[in-house]
């Protein structure tokens, strides 16, 4: 299975896999990310996504392998944030760090597909990385798919306030380093903790839980989103409204009462926002056991 000459293939693929597990090579100062590549021999769309936090692309394999099922001629390009996988070496991870490394997967793409439509689906945090990544190439992003988008004020949430209690500096660090005396009994508590979580879910978080340096990163991001995603960005929301697409879980405590602000920002204009608020009842962490239902939303709004 060939991948795109910016894509390095990271292991030997299974012959029934459609898609394959590659190192993108940021620029020197970034290092490189994990990615996952559904190719296609004859796209016309390409779609970049950008997870939540932690920062996992193999999370998202169900729900993006069954949207790839849905959406003939197209490619997806997944990456992971910097420095939540181990296998790929990277040497900054904060918030802007991301940022500039999903420009940057951005351009490879829009370089190597000419003259395609190019999609950029964010999850949580993810949402609010699609916007700045929309905000740097607003003349090449043609639309903008926003699941369960935490872009304003996640310290206001009721998990933001939780979390930011509980894992204030330097707990990132201490949690991450105390893991490692976990490590023999992750395969029995995890099972326990998560019971609806399917097994390949399940290794996707125990291989996380086993890298120190990963749980520090994730940690330390979320604690850096909660100082630094505050004020609403309405005037981009506003100046793009006729392609972004959201989906709202009816209750999202990372999201909480923001939704009702970030929808009251459009004001009369709302209708030129495709919005899905609560379908099928799917929670913030769709990944885990609702990937079909998403990718079937995302589905149509391509087909529009």
């Known amino acids: 299975m060939e991948v795109p000459s910016f894509l390095q293939p990271q292991v030997k693929q299974q012959s029934q896999s459609v898609y394959v597990h590659s190192i993108f090579q940021h620029s020197k100062l970034l290092g490189a990310s994990k990615t996952i590549w559904w190719p296609n021999t004859d796209p016309r769309t390409v779609v970049l996504f950008i997870p939540g936090n932690p920062g996992l692309s193999e999370f998202y394999i169900p729900f993006l392998s069954a949207l790839y099922q849905q959406s003939s001629h197209t490619c997806?390009?997944?990456?992971?944030?910097?420095?939540?996988?181990?296998?790929?070496?990277?040497?900054?991870?904060?918030?802007?760090?991301?940022?500039?490394?999903?420009?940057e997967a951005f351009d490879a793409l829009t370089?190597?597909?000419p003259a395609m439509k190019f999609i950029v689906i964010g999850h949580s945090v993810g949402s609010w990385i699609a916007l700045q990544v929309l905000k740097a190439r607003p003349s090449e992003v043609h639309s903008l798919f926003l699941l369960?988008?935490?872009?304003t004020n996640i310290l206001d949430t009721p998990n933001?306030?939780?979390?930011?209690?509980a894992f204030r500096p330097p707990?990132?660090?201490?949690?991450?380093?105390?893991?490692?005396?976990?490590?023999?009994?992750y395969p029995r508590i995890l099972p326990v903790l998560f019971p609806e979580w399917p097994r390949a879910q399940l290794d996707v978080l125990l291989r996380l839980l086993r890298s120190p340096s990963c749980i520090e990163a994730c940690l330390s991001m979320a604690h850096e989103e909660m100082n630094s995603i505050r004020k609403l960005d309405i005037n981009l929301l506003k100046t793009h409204k006729h392609r972004i697409h959201m989906h709202f879980a009816e209750t999202d405590g990372w999201v909480g009462d923001n939704k009702?602000?970030?929808?009251?920002?459009?004001?009369a204009d709302i209708g030129s926002v495709k919005v899905v608020h609560g379908d099928h009842g799917i929670p913030h962490a769709f990944c885990i056991n609702h990937s079909q239902e998403l990718a079937d939303q995302c589905a149509r709004w391509m087909s529009e």
């Open 148 to 151: 369960f988008p935490t872009i």
């Open 160 to 165: 933001g306030r939780s979390f930011f209690r």
């Open 260 to 267: 009702d602000l970030i929808l009251r920002s459009f004001k």
């Open 111 to 113: 370089q190597t597909y």
């Open 76 to 103: 997806i390009l997944a990456q992971s944030h910097l420095g939540h996988t181990e296998e790929a070496t990277a040497f900054v991870y904060d918030l802007t760090a991301q940022v500039f490394a999903a420009i």
């Open 171 to 185: 707990f990132p660090y201490i949690i991450s380093r105390s893991s490692l005396l976990l490590h023999p009994f």
